[in-house]
């Protein structure tokens, strides 16, 4: 199999189903984004620093951002009826929560707002926070009902996740908050 099709020369590509949209569509900008955030994730797992756990937690959400991303390429739902792995549901949004609430448990609490920094790996995961934002933001500007309500929670959810995997990151490694 090429790398290269071609069939994207003119400004198109497909969905899954084959529908062809024009590669400034909203939802072509929506799976770019979450691909952009999987990509930053890559970035951190790259800072040999980085713990186990740690590493663990970001491999497990690569793999659901890969399933994000399938399901925003799907509006016509195809492949989730066929493919597990491409569906976040429920139990992945409670998994984030049980992560959020065993890693604050360890971090002085929160007084204030923090300036996003400290380790290479905590300032990554500050910036990843941002990029999951923006994947947020172009997901609710698909609109009412064009996403399955699970996609959106995951990602609202997501995002608190790496604002405390940054904190924790950056507590396990001795880095202290600048406090804003």
């Known amino acids: 199999m090429k790398i290269y099709t071609r069939t994207g020369d003119t400004g198109e590509t497909s969905l899954f189903g084959g529908t062809r949209v024009h590669k400034s569509d909203p939802r072509v900008a929506a799976y770019g984004d979450v691909d952009e955030l999987n990509a930053c994730l890559g970035v951190v797992l790259a800072d040999r620093e980085l713990d186990s756990d740690a590493r663990e937690m970001l491999v497990h959400v ?25 569906a976040v549901a429920n139990a992945d949004i409670d998994r984030l929560e049980k992560w959020i609430d065993r ?31 923006r994947a947020e933001r172009a997901i609710v500007a698909l609109g ?16 608190d996740w790496l604002f ?15 406090e804003w």
């Not at 890693?103 to 996003?116: C, G």
């Not at 009412?144 to 995002?159: E, Q």
């Not at 405390?164 to 600048?178: I, K, S």
């Open 62 to 86: 690569q793999k659901d951002l890969f399933a994000i991303g399938a399901q925003l390429a799907d509006p016509a739902e195809k492949i989730a009826a066929r493919v597990a792995k491409a």
């Open 144 to 159: 009412p009902g064009k996403v399955d309500p699970a996609v959106l929670t995951y990602v609202n959810r997501l995002s």
């Open 103 to 133: 890693l604050e448990a360890d971090l002085p609490p929160l007084r204030r707002f923090i300036l996003p920094g400290g380790s290479t790996a905590g300032a990554l995961l500050h910036l990843a926070r941002t990029v999951c934002r």
């Open 164 to 178: 405390v995997l940054a904190r924790a990151v950056n507590h396990r490694t001795g880095q202290a908050e600048t």
